[in-house]
């Protein structure tokens, strides 16, 4: 994998260039030292390290990461030589925790909730080589997308997918293909679109083709018909709504109310070589999550994610979402105050659930991904290290945590109910699936 860190003497800068920089970073540091000489640089001292590169796809979801590093939240908690590296797909992501950082690649990310999963099984590793990773919280709920081409605008789809059914029938009929898009097989896009179209009778695996496609090339792709629908977290449903090439069918979060969604992932072996510099990444991101939850803060965050080298894409295909105010599109209503709003912090948005991870796993048996004989128990136990989480709110003086590792069982938009202690039953009570 290609390494795109670079000294900074390679950079157009010369040697006093350097020290200058050098000296001003350790003079802004000493000041801030000096305001808090035994606080929170008093919970980072003695980490195993200072240094951590983390993976982030150009989400909106990624925001705490992207406010952890703008704030200076990395530095707060003692691990000021963290990276934030940007990846160019899920995939991409997946090899560089493979890799590791001390082989090029990363040592954790902004990362779909199942992928630990997956890379610690080998399940969607490439050679099947497993990889053990730990999640060590959750960076949102809710706040994704199903978008449909302007070519069904007449249908304004929503929750329903039985009007979709015909349509696509109709199309493929003409000799033309029919494709729905998500960004990593097996992980939350992928199982969001699914269960959409199964729900109302679709099956994704013969009435409709499944494409894998990188969040920032979903609009491009639909703008040229590569597909007929796709799921994706923000800006991209916006900024297809915005170019008038498709429409917003659905929230995520109306499948199923503050569902989790993206994780804080890092490979085990950093966790156990690290677990003070641990800690304190996990620290720093969960204070960057209460910030982003603020509503007065919105409009920052819409700003510092549009920059360059975060998502790059306008403030107006973010803000407004953010806010919780929808324009679907296609001429349905707008909706202002939605209850489906991206929460990064309220309604325990940040604790990882074992509940939910166990409901993941169980799709992802659903459709193939994961054996039938998976043990799903166990295998959440060894990977969600909500414990970590537990530790790092305590030092954070949170008083909310939860009682439990489980919410209970889990009603979905058509009526399904999954309970976390009784995988099996939910399995069997779904109609349309693909078992491996």
Known sequence: MKNDAKPLLTLGLDRRDVLRAGGYAAATLAAARALSPSGVFAQGAGVETTKAKLGFIALTDAGPLFVAKEKGLFDKYGMPDVEIAKQSSWGTTRD?????????????????????????????????????????????????????GQEYADLKLGLDTKPFKPALEKKKASGKEVKAAMTFPGGTHDLWIRYWLAAGGVDPNRDIQTIVVPPAQMVANMKVGTMDCFCVCEPWNEQLKNQKIGYTALTTGELWDKHPEKAFGLRADYVEKNPKAAKALLMAVMEAQQWCEKMENKEELAAICAKRNWIGAPVSDTVERMKGNFDYGAGKPIVKNSPFIMHYWDHHASYPFKSHDAWFITEDIRWGYLPESTD?????????????????????????????????????????????????????????????
Request: proline share 6%; charged share 25%.
């Open 376 to 436: 799903v128990k166990a295998l959440v136990d060894k990977v969600n290290r909500e414990d970590l989480w537990r530790e790092a709110a305590k030092e954070l003086g949170v008083t909310d945590i939860p009682a439990s590792t489980s919410r209970g069982p889990e009603k979905f938009f058509d009526g399904k109910v999954f309970d976390p202690d009784k995988p099996a039953e939910y399995l069997a009570s779904l109609d349309i699936k693909k078992m491996a």
């Open 96 to 148: 560089n925790i493979v890799l590791g950082s001390g082989a090029g690649g990363i040592d954790g990310a902004h990362i779909l909730t199942p992928m630990p999963y997956l890379i610690t099984t080998g399940a969607m590793t490439q050679n099947n080589r497993p990889t053990e990773m730990y999640i060590l919280g959750r960076l949102n709920v809710a706040g994704q997308c199903i978008s449909v």
